[in-house]
């Protein structure tokens, strides 16, 4: 199979509400669930997320949702015309925890940050790559 015909089989709206997924993920996972001690670990406080230090809050969901795009674009192009739902949930799993958590784990090595931490941010790719690979997957 050759890169357009590849092209010509993707589900863009799966594609899409995939990418989307990853929001609502994230303010469960970030908010309610583990938000306070991810806060902690990170030595933040709900002033300092606030005030922010660096970019405009519109321009980081738009950067992030930009990130989720194409990672929701390249899991349509792994799995190709024939995934399904359990193809998808498969895939999240692997591609969380054998690409994104052993990446991520150098974090708690090199950069001392605390394993908790790690648990939470790896926890929450292990979910958000569930879910887009469940929806690609299934809408295939």
Do not use: H
């Amino acid at each position: 199979m050759d890169f357009n015909e590849l092209i010509a089989n993707i589900n863009f709206w799966a594609v899409l509400i995939a990418a989307a997924s990853t929001f609502v993920v994230g303010w469960l996972w970030y908010g309610p669930l583990f938000g306070k001690k991810w806060m902690q670990l990170n030595g933040f406080t709900e002033e300092s997320l606030k005030e922010g230090d660096g970019l405009p809050m519109g321009a980081i969901m738009g950067f992030s949702f930009l990130g989720s795009l194409l990672a929701a674009f390249a899991l349509a192009l792994f799995f190709g015309p024939e995934a399904d739902l359990k193809f998808g949930i498969f895939a999240g799993v692997m591609i969380s925890v054998f690409w994104i958590g052993t990446s991520r784990i150098n974090d708690v090595l090199y950069e001392k940050k605390p394993f908790e931490l790690f648990l939470i941010n790896t926890g929450y790719n292990l979910v958000s790559f569930i879910v887009m690979g469940m929806i690609i997957g299934a809408w295939n």
